[in-house]
């Protein structure tokens, strides 16, 4: 009975990393099918220990083995191997294909690569005015990707706040139409937000900060995946008139 006990506790503490690495290697495999989907079968993707992120390549058997901490390190690895062996680059733009060579070719060392820093942050308010008001899912799903592949961790991640504020505001008693009166229409937003301007071509269109909202949740959900943090906004003291 007593060895019953210890067989559970090992099983109990050695299926969430398990399940962890199976994780972040299925991620990365679905990074590669989304973004080389040709050639994403010649490519094994394999966690490793590691207290700072790094990653490994090594041809076994005629495929490209890309091994990682996270899958944010894999998704490093894959691009380092895109750059220096096959000469090629991604875009950020999901209508800009990855252009490979007929023959993929295999390292013939291995490759390890530590990185230089923990924090890797990206994105800033303007950017979300400047290119991202009227983006969709595919287009985010795309930006998400190339991040992973440049090792960002720490991406700013605003989309959608205003159908929070409108909700706190409503529960503390302010109207619908002096809330949607104040925000600024969808591609003055950046400049709203950093407290710049009120109202600009506003109202902002319920349908637009819905869509957003939900649009939210899938960036979310992505950039976790790929072990990423995202920087969420804060409260920055401003409010309706």
């Not at 220096?84 to 252009?99: G, L, M, N, R």
């Amino acid at each position: 009975m007593e060895n019953l006990k210890w067989i559970l506790l090992v099983l109990l503490f050695a299926l969430p990393i398990g399940m962890s690495a199976n994780k972040n290697e299925k991620a990365a495999k679905a990074l590669s099918e989304r973004i080389i989907p040709s050639a994403a079968d010649r490519f094994v993707f394999e966690e490793i220990e590691g207290g700072n992120d790094v990653f490994e390549l090594e041809a076994v058997e005629g495929k490209i083995h890309v091994r990682g901490n996270s899958a944010n390190s894999m998704a490093v690895g894959l691009n380092h191997y895109l750059k220096y062996y096959c000469k090629t680059t991604v875009s950020w733009y999901a209508d800009d294909p990855v252009e490979l060579p007929q023959t993929l070719p295999l390292p013939e060392k291995k490759v390890r690569v530590s990185a230089r820093m923990d924090h890797r942050f990206f994105l800033n308010y303007c950017t979300f005015g400047y290119t991202m008001p009227w983006w969709q899912w595919r287009d985010w799903e795309r930006l998400i990707d190339w991040m992973a592949l440049n090792g960002v961790n720490m991406p700013l991640a605003i989309t959608g706040q205003e159908a929070i504020w409108l909700r706190v505001w409503k529960k503390l008693g302010l109207a619908e139409e002096d809330i949607l009166n104040y925000f600024t229409g969808p591609a003055h937003l950046a400049w709203h937000r950093m407290t710049n301007l009120d109202s600009f071509q506003g109202p902002l269109p319920y349908s637009y900060m819905e869509h957003q909202s939900e649009l939210q949740k899938h960036i979310l959900k992505r950039e976790r995946e790929l072990n990423m943090t995202p920087v969420l906004p804060a409260f920055a003291g401003h409010v309706p008139e």
